[in-house]
């Protein structure tokens, strides 16, 4: 089945800037998303299409996918930023069509 | 504004059922497809069931495939899951969230606040 990898942790110091991966053997040709998740909060989208950001998410956060990795970005980081990202893709590669998750990535701003 | 809000959660015991309901306001929701999104206490975010807009196209995942039946009535904005043979791997916070409009692999861009099913005897 689809298995998408992300790191369980990244740490970084406030105003510096954190990269989360999300890898796969070919994801570079899948739709990528991305969800920032705070505790006790639902899920909500931060990056959407690889690259796109929906209104209202600062212009710090930014994603690229190409080969075996998919990246989210936060430049300039705040302590409002800590939380658990995960990415996301629709697998249609198999008979029963459905999307992946990540394990998701905590991030932590020290 | 545009919302979802869950409800149906609440203890069953194991072998039991439970239907949740996700109802939608703010957008016109038959334009949408839309998803469950299920997370176990301390675990990570898993994908449950999608269906079109229409209702032409339904994909369960392979955990929940011949025990949940995702459903959805467009005159009165609601989304629904039908829970059957539950056990204690399904215990968890249960999402609806909007999906695309035009494309499967839309991504989820509007969640409800979830709803907790606990299977427990």
């Known amino acids: 089945s689809y298995v998408l990898t992300q790191p369980p942790s990244v740490s970084v110091a406030p105003g510096k800037t954190a990269r989360i991966s999300c890898g796969e053997t070919?994801?570079?040709?899948?739709?990528v998303h991305w969800y920032q998740q705070k505790p006790g909060q639902a899920p909500v989208l931060v990056i959407y299409y690889d690259t796109d950001r929906p209104s209202g998410i600062p212009e710090r956060f930014s994603g690229s996918n190409s080969g075996k990795t998919a990246s989210l970005t936060i430049s300039r980081v705040e302590a409002g930023d800590e939380a658990d990202y995960y990415c996301q893709v629709w697998d249609s590669s198999r008979d029963h069509l459905h999307w992946v998750f990540g394990g998701g990535t905590k991030l932590t701003v020290l | 504004e545009v919302q979802l809000v869950e409800s149906g959660g609440g203890l069953v015991q194991p072998g039991g059922s439970l239907r949740l309901s996700c109802a939608a306001s703010g957008f016109i929701f038959s334009n949408y497809h839309m998803n469950w999104v299920r997370q176990a206490p301390g675990k990570g975010l898993e994908w449950v069931s999608y269906i079109t807009s229409g209702s032409s196209s339904i994909f369960y995942a392979d955990s929940v495939r011949g025990r949940f039946i995702i459903s959805r009535d467009n005159a009165k904005n609601s989304l629904h899951l039908q829970m059957n043979s539950l056990t204690d791997e399904d215990t968890a916070v249960y999402y609806c969230a909007r999906g695309g409009r035009d494309h499967a692999e839309g991504a989820f861009d509007i969640w409800g606040q979830g709803t907790m099913v606990t299977v427990s005897s």
């Open positions: 070919n994801i570079g040709s899948k739709v």
